[in-house]
T-cell receptor
Framework: KAGVTQTPRYLIKTRGQQVTLSCSPI?????VSWYQQTPGQGLQFLFE???????NKGNFPGRFSGRQFSNSRSEMNVSTLELGDSALYLC????????????FGSGTRLTVV | AQSVTQLGSHVSVSEGALVLLRCNYS??????LFWYVQYPNQGLQLLLK??????LVKGINGFEAEFKKSETSFHLTKPSAHMSDAAEYFC?????????????FGTGTKLQVIP
């Protein structure tokens, strides 16, 4: 079965712009989580969606937002980009979260210049 | 609250030597425990997991981990390191929080394998 697909794979944006990243989970998976990974901060949890509802959120400013569609595909949006937003953004899907573990996509590498 | 501590952000071993990556957790309820591996510019891949039952769990690529409740540990081991094992490894704990499962990742351990 197809894995978790994240698009685009690489992205370069200018400060002040906004960006939308996409994640298609494994078929049947209803939980989608987003993480930001940087060399200095490691893996940081952004938010989790389950059946189109955000059920958990990390400590990120309101510039970071997300949504999930009825087919479980998810998008995250970052507005007013800052240099510090440069990171690898990872999406992870799961049947329900928890004991089944997560399947991660290959990530979107965002560079803000 | 739950937390995960990975001892050693960098570990170096010789090819053929034992790999031991340490993970300790804190959790107020029985947790689910996971190890993930990440290769450069890739996402995380599930290596193994402990949910219930046998405390020694075997994963992919010859790795295994033992859940020791008394020590609140879930260390990852492999008898003989291969060059292809060079990657970053993350320990994670999941527990029930407010009716759903919340996962916490450790800060990761980069494994270097020296030929």
């Amino acid at each position: 079965k197809a894995g978790v697909t994240q698009t685009p794979r690489y992205l370069i944006k200018t400060r002040g712009q906004q960006v939308t990243l996409s994640c298609s989970p494994i078929s049947g998976h209803r939980s989608v989580s987003w993480y930001q990974q940087t060399p200095g901060q490691g893996l940081q949890f952004l938010f989790e969606y389950f059946s189109e509802t955000q059920r958990n959120k990390g400590n990120f400013p309101g510039r970071f937002s997300g949504r999930q569609f009825s087919n479980s595909r998810s998008e995250m949006n970052v507005s007013t980009l800052e240099l510090g937003d440069s990171a690898l953004y990872l999406c992870a899907s799961s049947l329900t979260g928890g004991p089944t573990g997560y399947t991660f996509g290959s990530g979107t590498r965002l560079t803000v210049v | 609250a739950q937390s995960v501590t990975q001892l050693g952000s960098h570990v170096s071993v010789s090819e053929g030597a034992l790999v031991l990556l340490r993970c300790n957790y804190s959790s107020s309820v029985p947790p689910y425990l996971f190890w993930y591996v990440q290769y450069p510019n890739q996402g995380l891949q599930l290596l193994l997991k402990y949910t219930t039952g046998a405390t020694l769990v075997k994963g992919i690529n010859g790795f295994e981990a033992e859940f020791k409740k008394s020590e609140t540990s879930f260390h990852l081991t492999k008898p003989s390191a291969h060059m292809s094992d060079a990657a970053e490894y993350f320990c994670a704990v999941t527990m029930n929080s407010g009716g759903y499962q919340k996962v916490t990742f450790g800060t990761g351990t980069k494994l270097q394998v020296i030929p």
